[in-house]
C-alpha cells in the first residue's frame, strides 16, 4: 500500500469512529474513557465568573479587537513562553483554540502534494487539518520515548517534508513524551532540511510525574509552537496561540483576518486576567496534577490487574490519556460495540493510524472518572474483552 493509499483509506475510518463515538458517549449508563475532556470538577467556575465579570465592566470587551490578539493576553503569553524557552519567544497570535492555529498554518505552508510527517498513531484535529490542504500524510511509528527520529532522515531525502508535526509532552493518544534526545535530532534535521516544526504542547504543564524537558523551540528557530488556556483553564474560552517565524505569523495573521476577522475581546480578557494572576494559576493547575495523577495510577493499576500480560499500557506521567496496545491479537476496532453494551466506551487504535495497523490498540482518558469509576469501567472493559 502506498503512503497516500493508506492515507487515504485511514481518514474514512477515523471519521467513522470520531461519528459513532459522539452518540455512544451520550447514551445513559455508559463509563466512557473515550473523551478528551478536563474534568469538569477542574473548571474554575467562580474565578472564571469574577473574571467575567471584572472584564464586563470595560466596553472594549464588548468590542471588536485585533487580528493578532488582545495585547493584554499577548503579553501574558509572551511572558509566560518566554520563560519555557529561556530566551524571547518573540511574536505571539492567538487563535481560536489551537485548533485554529493548526488549520492556519496547514493552509499558510502547504501546497497540494506537499509532504507532512506525524506521529503514527496521529492527532486527530492535526491530520484533520492537513487533509484540508490535500497535503501527503506521512507517519512516523512512537515508541515509549515518542517520535522515532531515526527514521526521519531517509524520508526526507526522498520527499518535499514541509512540516513535521508533533505533540511533543504526553502524546494524544500515544501517551508518550518525546525525549530530549530525539528533540534536538529533531530541531538539527530541521535546520539542515529546511522544513517547519510544528511543536503541538497543550499538555505540557500537566506533569503530574518524571522530569521536565526544555521544548522542541528551546533548540530551533524553525519551531512554530502551539498552546491553549482549554487544558489548564476552560475549554470553552477557546483561546489558543502560536509564536515562532515572524514571517509565518505575518502570513497566518492574513489569514485569519480573512477566516474571523478577530476573536472574541470577552473571552480574551477572562484569558488575560487568568493566566496573569500567577498565585492562583499555579495553585489550580497544581491541583488538576494532583487529581490527575491520583486517577492515572488508578487506570493504570487497573488495566494491569485486570488484563496482566496481554495489554501493554502506557503508564502515563502527565497529560490526560493512556495508550494500550494488545498483545494476542484483540482488535479493539471490532470490539467497540460488545464494549458499549458492557457499559464502557474507549477510542479504538484505528482512528489514529496513519500507516500503521492499530486496530489491536485503544486510547483511553482518564480525566473525567473518579478513581473508583476508573476501576469498574475496566472491569467492565475485561468483561467486553475477554482473553
Not at 234 to 252: E, F, T
Request: hydrophobic share 45%.
Amino acid at each position: 500500500m502506498s503512503e497516500e493509499s493508506g492515507s487515504l483509506s485511514v481518514r474514512a475510518v477515523r471519521g467513522s469512529a470520531i461519528r459513532d463515538l459522539l452518540a455512544v458517549v451520550e447514551q445513559p449508563g455508559v463509563l466512557s474513557l473515550a473523551g478528551g475532556l478536563p474534568s469538569s470538577e477542574s473548571l474554575p467556575v467562580e474565578r472564571v465568573a469574577r473574571a467575567a465579570a471584572a472584564a464586563l465592566r470595560s466596553p472594549s470587551a464588548l468590542q471588536y479587537g485585533v487580528t493578532t490578539g488582545a495585547p493584554a493576553l499577548r503579553e501574558v503569553v509572551h511572558a509566560r513562553e518566554s520563560a519555557k524557552l529561556g530566551r524571547d519567544a518573540g511574536a505571539v497570535v492567538v487563535t481560536h483554540g489551537s485548533q485554529q492555529a493548526l488549520s492556519l498554518l496547514a493552509q499558510a505552508l502547504l501546497d497540494p502534494g506537499d509532504a507532512v510527517i506525524v506521529e503514527d498513531p496521529g492527532y486527530i484535529g492535526a491530520l484533520q487539518a492537513f487533509d484540508t490542504t490535500r497535503a501527503r500524510v506521512i507517519g512516523v511509528p512512537m515508541d515509549a520515548d515518542g517520535m522515532r527520529t531515526d527514521e526521519l532522515r531517509p524520508i526526507l531525502q526522498r520527499a518535499r517534508v514541509r512540516i513535521v508535526h508533533t505533540v511533543s509532552n504526553f502524546h494524544n493518544p500515544g501517551g508518550a513524551t518525546l525525549a530530549e534526545g530525539r528533540r534536538r535530532e529533531l530541531a538539527r534535521l530541521a535546520d539542515e532540511f529546511g522544513f517547519w516544526i510544528i511543536e503541538d504542547d497543550p499538555y505540557g504543564e500537566l506533569r503530574f510525574a518524571g522530569s521536565t524537558v526544555p521544548p522542541v523551540a528551546a533548540y530551533s528557530d524553525r519551531v512554530l509552537r502551539l498552546s491553549s488556556a482549554s487544558k489548564i483553564v476552560a475549554p470553552s474560552l477557546r483561546v489558543g496561540w502560536m509564536h515562532g517565524d515572524a514571517g509565518v505569523l505575518a502570513l497566518v495573521e492574513r489569514l485569519k483576518q480573512g477566516a474571523d476577522l478577530c476573536g472574541s475581546s470577552l473571552t480574551q480578557a477572562i484569558a488575560a486576567e487568568l493566566l496573569a494572576d500567577t498565585a492562583w494559576l499555579d495553585e489550580h493547575v497544581e491541583r488538576i496534577r494532583a487529581a490527575y495523577a491520583e486517577r492515572a495510577l488508578a487506570l493504570h493499576a487497573a488495566l494491569i490487574e485486570a488484563f496482566g500480560d496481554r495489554l501493554r499500557p502506557t503508564r502515563p506521567e502527565g497529560g490526560m490519556f493512556l495508550w494500550g496496545e494488545f498483545t494476542d491479537g484483540t482488535r479493539t476496532s471490532d470490539r467497540l460495540d460488545e464494549a458499549v453494551a458492557a457499559g464502557v466506551a474507549y477510542v479504538p487504535g484505528s482512528a489514529f493510524a496513519v500507516q500503521r495497523d492499530l486496530s489491536h490498540a485503544l486510547r483511553l482518558c482518564f480525566t473525567t472518572g473518579t478513581p473508583e469509576e476508573l476501576r469498574k469501567a475496566v472491569h467492565r472493559l475485561a468483561t467486553a474483552l475477554p482473553a
